[in-house]
T-cell receptor
Framework: GAGVSQSPSNKVTEKGKDVELRCDPI?????LYWYRQRLGQGLEFLIY????????KSGLPSDRFSAERTGESVSTLTIQRTQQEDSAVYLC??????????????FGPGTRLTVL | KNQVEQSPQSLIILEGKNCTLQ??????????LRWYKQDTGRGPVSLTI?????NTKSNGRYTATLDADTKQSSLHITASQLSDSASYIC???????????FGAGTRLFVKA
């Protein structure tokens, strides 16, 4: 596709349930990022994948959050035992080549997660 | 602590007017500074990027400035249009690997 795509666009779940969010990066982009954006707040970095290197998980807020990426393609962000404070928009971005700070990140439309 | 602070938090202007958004940062060592535009319900889209040696960069009606000495940047929007209504996010990256800090954004409302 032409850009980063994410699914689902909206997800409503009950507290305590697990959810999986999907990100399809731009073809050829080796770097992939997940961010969380709470209502009215800035983006919080969650996790970063670069090629086959070990991911940078330093932004994950708790062990209920995990993410996987197969090669340089699709990534899945999983939140286990969801809590109400997990309600936010989860944004995925990808960038070309090395994933250096200089590379432009292209963002997907996000998944709006609501935990009841 | 690496931080990016933006002001004002929100701004309302009339269509056709100019406005300037501010960004102060403490990210170090500095690599680059970007301004993103985020429309409601969409992901952010990059407007400009500036490195240490650049002090101004334009993209149509958007002009960004950077003062690396005072660690301040501004985004000036000329002849605003209704479609400029969005959040504008200042993003600063550090060298030495991936470290990117996002500001909370300025919410701009352009009224007819």
């Amino acid at each position: 596709g032409a850009g980063v795509s994410q699914s689902p666009s909206n997800k409503v779940t009950e507290k305590g349930k697990d959810v999986e969010l999907r990100c399809d990066p731009i073809s050829g982009h080796t770097a992939l990022y997940w961010y969380r954006q709470r209502l009215g707040q800035g983006l919080e970095f969650l996790i970063y994948f670069q090629g086959n290197s070990a991911p940078d998980k330093s932004g994950l807020p708790s062990d209920r959050f995990s993410a996987e990426r197969t090669g340089e393609s699709v990534s899945t962000l999983t939140i286990q035992r969801t809590q109400q404070e997990d309600s936010a928009v989860y944004l995925c971005a990808s960038s070309l080549a090395s994933g250096r700070a200089e590379d432009t990140q292209y963002f997907g439309p996000g998944t709006r997660l609501t935990v009841l | 602590k690496n931080q990016v602070e933006q002001s004002p938090q929100s701004l309302i202007i009339l269509e056709g007017k100019n406005c300037t958004l501010q960004c102060n940062y403490t990210v170090s060592p500095f690599s680059n500074l970007r301004w993103y535009k985020q429309d409601t319900g969409r992901g952010p889209v990059s407007l400009t990027i500036m490195t240490f040696s650049e002090n101004t960069k334009s993209n149509g009606r958007y002009t960004a400035t950077l003062d690396a000495d005072t660690k301040q940047s501004s985004l000036h929007i000329t002849a605003s249009q209704l479609s400029d209504s969005a959040s504008y996010i200042c993003v600063v990256s550090a060298t030495g690997g991936f470290k990117t800090i996002f500001g909370a954004g300025t919410r701009l409302f352009v009224k007819a």
